[in-house]
């Protein structure tokens, strides 16, 4: 007899499943205090700006528009793009997806990546039955991707249909530069889709590559609320492209993918006032940043400390493993990087309140006390 797991694809039943903050510490049997393993906001958003009006209440029994036409206007006039260009996603992760569905065929074709970088790249083409092509980037140049590199794997594999890169990106938050931005869309010109994983960009909007979508058609830029909007929880992002591409992804995605809340929540926090103030939060997030880059750097047991540019920081230690452990049994749960290649000593550590920080910093200065 065959066990109904046996029933499921073979590369589903070979696949390591991605690791989240929230499955790490469930699956360790621990209890977190101090939350600053998953890059969300330490402050939650506006409660008066989340309020859910009756009108949004009476319509719980009928299913949401196909796609929410005020929240695409009203995100499309923050973002500065084409509304056309524009679909609403079931956070980043769900962009990601659907991307490697639109575009790669199961068991032929593949995506590329430069890591270290976000995990879940890898993880939805390997669930999808996609190859994954990784060019590893070096520290010694900034953790930036190789064009070259890039183009020699293009000629080499006709079967790669998306690349993926981020900026700022996760976790070394790093920014690519513009120069780099036109190598990367030289390369994949009439060859793959681009894709910029901009999850961080609200804390850098200067920095986005948005103004090359008009010149470069198989450019997709992925978007979210949860991380300077703080709405992790609501599950919100976006697709920003070439009308024509997101045409494409728009016969993937399924019929209803947004609820009617988080619909209203986030037409909320797209109105001028949403904005401003998740504006404000930002650059108080940036401030509390580089002083707890700058307080970490004097820990004994820090070996180096990269500030980046989203809403947390990347630092080597001289025993990651035992401080994460420690720091876990006091409550702070920090993200582990030895996944990661070149990462094996380091953690990554979200920006936290100024209680939260200054929990993480006496704990780690007790630690490297300690260990000395």
Known sequence: MTAPQNLARPEVQRLTPYASARRIIAEAGCRGEVWMNANESAEGNDVAALRLTDDVLARFNRYPEPQPEEVIRRYAAYAGVDPAGVVVTRGGDEGIDLLVRTFCTPGEDAVLDFPPTYGMYSVSAETAGVRVVRLT??????????????????????????VFACSPNNPTGGLLPP??????????????????????????????????????????????????????????????????????????????????????????????????????????IKARRQELTEAIKRVPGVTAVYEGCGNFILARFTDARGTYLALRNEGIILREQASQPGLADALRITVGTDDENKRLLSALTKLGGLSR
């Open 137 to 162: 980037t070096k520290e010694a140049n900034g953790w930036l991707p190789d064009p070259a590199a890039l183009r020699a794997a293009l000629a080499a594999d006709p079967g790669i249909k998306v």
């Open 179 to 284: 120069s780099v931005v036109e190598d990367l869309i030289d390369a994949t010109r009439d060859r793959a889709i681009l894709v910029i994983d901009e999850a961080y960009i609200d804390f850098i909007p200067e920095a986005s590559v948005k103004d090359r979508l008009k010149g470069a058609p198989q450019l997709v830029i992925i978007r979210t609320l949860s991380k300077a909007f703080a709405l992790a929880g609501l599950r919100c992002g976006f697709l920003i492209g070439a009308p024509e591409v997101i045409g494409m992804i728009k016969k993937v995605i399924a019929p209803y993918p947004v609820p009617v809340p988080v619909a209203a929540v986030a037409e909320a926090v797209l109105s001028p006032e949403g904005i401003s103030a998740m504006q404000r939060r930002a650059e108080a």
